[in-house]
């Protein structure tokens, strides 16, 4: 099974602060069919996830333009451009393009 | 508005069954394939299983497999999974979430709780 390695596993923030969490993968998620099936979920506290972006860089509708994805092959990144309170929770990335699917290991976000 | 709604979670003895349900509104439930993804307390999420539109690719975690049973019922909106063989390690909130066609788990029901102990 793939293995998706995410650092890291806790990161403090103040409102208003950019952050990012690395996504790596253990092998590519290129898959043959040219698409990179790489997502990112937010877990808020007491909830379920929710999809926050898509295809590696694409934004699920509703979903607040501060966050954005990036990346390619095995190394992938979500940045959140200005933290908010609403922003607050376990972040997910997780891996479609082999089977089974994966999730990385979890990202909290707390304030500092 | 999407909308899954789980249910059938509760507390259940090691090596006895339960079987969860998954209702599905807002969308062409027919239309899509279907996921179960679990999450153990305090940990991280697993995927359990999979069952494509019209039930022909069904797929499963090795941790499960010869003990759930994943189905659904198109007429009725409805998933399930049957768990047989419960073991204490099975303890976790089971989520449905519904596959897009571009393999996203793009929505995701409130989850139901299975505890196993005796």
């Known amino acids: 099974d793939v293995v998706l390695t995410q650092t890291p596993p806790t990161l403090s923030a103040t409102i208003g602060q950019s952050v990012s969490i690395s996504c790596r993968s253990s092998?590519?998620?290129?898959?043959?069919?040219?698409?990179?099936?790489l997502n990112w979920l937010l877990q808020r506290p007491g909830q379920p996830p929710q999809l926050l972006i898509y295809l590696v860089s694409r934004l699920e509708s509703g979903v607040p333009n501060r966050f954005s994805g990036s990346g390619s092959g095995t190394d992938f990144t979500l940045k959140i451009s200005g933290v908010e309170a609403e922003d607050l929770g376990v972040y997910y990335c997780v891996q479609s393009t082999h089977a089974p699917p994966t999730f990385g290991g979890g990202t909290k976000l707390e304030l500092k | 508005e999407v909308q899954l709604v789980e249910s059938g979670g509760g507390l259940v003895q090691p090596g006895r069954s339960l079987k969860l349900s998954c209702v599905a509104s807002?969308?062409?439930?027919?239309?899509?394939?279907m996921n179960w993804i679990r999450q153990a307390p305090g940990k991280g999420l697993e995927w359990v299983a999979y069952?494509?539109?019209?039930?022909?690719?069904?797929y499963y975690a090795e941790t499960v497999k010869g003990r759930f049973t994943i189905s659904r019922d198109n007429a009725k909106n409805t998933l399930y999974l049957q768990m047989t063989s419960l073991r204490s390690e099975d303890t976790a909130l089971y989520y449905c979430a519904r596959r897009s066609n571009l393999y996203v788990m793009d929505a995701w029901g409130q989850g139901a709780s299975v505890t196993v102990s005796s």
């Open positions: 092998q590519s998620l290129l898959h043959s069919n040219g698409n990179t099936y």
């Open positions: 807002g969308f062409t439930f027919s239309n899509y394939g």
């Open positions: 069952i494509s539109s019209g039930s022909s690719y069904i």
